[in-house]
T-cell receptor, first 113, second 112 residues
C-alpha cells in the first residue's frame, strides 16, 4: 500500500531564516506531487505541483520554491521566511495517470516568529 | 475557470441528527467530485468520490450524489456522531489540469 510522509511535524522558525520541508511517498512510482498551504481557519491554497523529476509548476508567486530531486521526494524551501509564511503545509500525491483524487500527508505546522 | 462553493459554517448538531452540507460547482467538461475530511491537526482524508453524473459516493455512513443538472454534490449522513466533528471539503478535478479545486471547507461540530 502507499504511504506519504512529511517532516518535521511542527516547526518554529524566526523571520529571515531558511526553510526546508520534506515529503516522501512510498509504494507507488511516477506520482504527481503537490504542496498546499492552509492558513488558520481557511481553505487550501495550491503552491506547487510536479509531474516528474525536476518538473515544477508554481501556482502562486512568493518567496517559496519547490524541488523534486527524486521520483518520490518533494521538497519545499525558502531562503528567508516571512511572518506570512506561517501555516499548515500539506503534501499530497496522485497517481501519475491524473485520476483526480489526491492523498494527503499528515502536514507540517510552521510558525514564523 | 473551475470553482466550488460550499455551505458556510460552522455547523453544530446534536448526536444522531441528520447532516447536510451543500456543495455546488462550476466546471468545464465532466469533472470528478470529491469530499475530503480533515480532523483537528491532521491532513485531509478522502471521504468519498463520484466520477460521473448520477453516481453516488458513500463511505462511513456519508453519501453524496453527483447531480449534473443542478451542478451539486451535497454531503449527507443520517445520524452523526461526536467522532464526525471535523472540517469537510468539497473538491473537483476537471480536464488535464491535474489539480483539485477545493471549496472553503465547512466546520462540523457534533455535541453529545
Amino acid at each position: 500500500s502507499q504511504t506519504i510522509h512529511q517532516w518535521p511535524a511542527t516547526l518554529v522558525q524566526p523571520v529571515g531564516s531558511p526553510l526546508s520541508l520534506e515529503c516522501t511517498v512510498e509504494g507507488t512510482s511516477n506520482p504527481n506531487l503537490y504542496w498546499y498551504r492552509q492558513a488558520a481557519g481557511r481553505g487550501l491554497q495550491l503552491l506547487f505541483y510536479s509531474v516528474g523529476i525536476g518538473q515544477i509548476s508554481s501556482e502562486v508567486p512568493q518567496n517559496l520554491s519547490a524541488s523534486r530531486p527524486q521520483d518520490r521526494q518533494f521538497i519545499l524551501s525558502s531562503k528567508k521566511l516571512l511572518l506570512s509564511d506561517s501555516g499548515f503545509y500539506l503534501c499530497a500525491w496522485e497517481y501519475g495517470t491524473g485520476a483526480g483524487e489526491q492523498y494527503f500527508g499528515p502536514g507540517t505546522r510552521l510558525t514564523v516568529t | 475557470g473551475n470553482s466550488v462553493t460550499q455551505m458556510e459554517g460552522p455547523v453544530t448538531l446534536s448526536e444522531e441528527a441528520f447532516l447536510t452540507i451543500n456543495c455546488t460547482y462550476t466546471a468545464t467538461g465532466y469533472p470528478s467530485l470529491f469530499w475530503y475530511v480533515q480532523y483537528p491537526g491532521e491532513g485531509l482524508q478522502l471521504l468519498l468520490k463520484a466520477t460521473k453524473a448520477d453516481d453516488k459516493g458513500s463511505n462511513k455512513g456519508f453519501e453524496a450524489t453527483y447531480r449534473k443538472e443542478t451542478t451539486s454534490f451535497h454531503l449527507e449522513k443520517g445520524s452523526v456522531q461526536v467522532s464526525d466533528s471535523a472540517v469537510y471539503f468539497c473538491a473537483l478535478s476537471s480536464g488535464s489540469a491535474r489539480q483539485l479545486t477545493f471549496g472553503s471547507g465547512t466546520q462540523l461540530t457534533v455535541l453529545p
